[in-house]
T-cell receptor, first 110, second 115 residues
Framework: ETGVTQTPRHLVMGMTNKKSLKCEQH?????MYWYKQSAKKPLELMFV???????ENNSVPSRFSPECPNSSHLFLHLHTLQPEDSALYLC?????????FGSGTRLTVV | AQSVTQLGSHVSVSEGALVLLRCNYS??????LFWYVQYPNQGLQLLLK????ATLVKGINGFEAEFKKSETSFHLTKPSAHMSDAAEYFC?????????????WGLGTSLAVNP
């Protein structure tokens, strides 16, 4: 149990589908993050939320849409994805400088 | 600006041998430094962190790292490798100033432990 729970663990979706990734933390952290992890590439920070407010969007395509309804939950809505979007999507939360990561969602776009 | 370089994308050691994973950083302000580990099909887990206190930092699972300002290094070591140490290891830096807590990540080093 890492304290950050991500669902689903695995997701296969077609390019015309709409799906959502969910992240939940009950650590009392005030910041939450979405990262993309692809093989042979560095971790890519996608979005940052502080106290439910989006504070960073690293030029992420609009087919990825984040939502943070409260400080414990974070969603990543997906639509019309491309095969190159296949990756491990990691959610993290932090209080000050220490990050806690979820186990990730392995996304395959077919 | 901060950056992190991990020398060697793949390191292979024998069980019981010394583990040494290298990390060099650049930072215009005093840094916080971190090592995270990622086991297969898992997220990243904090191994240890340096936050301007003792320069030799001890972490979980017998790992430790030493902050050397003169060498801008934060290498990760473990005296005796165990099979269960096989994983991906990431070094990261964050500025020790202001409210910016964004982590800058290295590319990772994959550690293989041979029986």
């Amino acid at each position: 149990e890492t304290g950050v729970t991500q669902t689903p663990r695995h997701l296969v979706m077609g390019m015309t589908n709409k799906k959502s990734l969910k992240c939940e933390q009950h650590l009392g952290h005030n910041a939450m993050y979405w990262y993309k992890q692809s093989a042979k590439k560095p971790l890519e920070l996608m979005f940052v939320y502080n106290f439910k407010e989006q504070t960073e969007n690293n030029s992420v395509p609009s087919r990825f849409s984040p939502e943070c309804p409260n400080s414990s939950h974070l969603f990543l809505h997906l639509h019309t994805l491309q095969p190159e979007d296949s990756a491990l999507y990691l959610c993290a939360s932090s209080q000050e400088i220490v990050y806690t990561f979820g186990s990730g969602t392995r996304l395959t776009v077919v | 600006a901060q950056s992190v370089t991990q020398l060697g994308s793949h390191v292979s050691v024998s069980e019981g041998a010394l583990v040494l994973l290298r990390c060099n950083y650049s930072s215009s302000v005093p840094p916080y430094l971190f090592w995270y580990v990622q086991y297969p099909n898992q997220g990243l887990q904090l191994l240890l962190k340096y936050t301007s206190a003792a320069t030799l930092v001890k972490g979980i699972n017998g790992f430790e790292a030493e902050f050397k300002k003169s060498e801008t290094s934060f290498h990760l070591t473990k005296p005796s490798a165990h099979m269960s140490d096989a994983a991906e290891y990431f070094c990261a830096v964050s500025p020790n100033a202001g409210n910016n807590r964004k982590l800058i990540w290295g590319l990772g080093t994959s550690l293989a432990v041979n029986p």
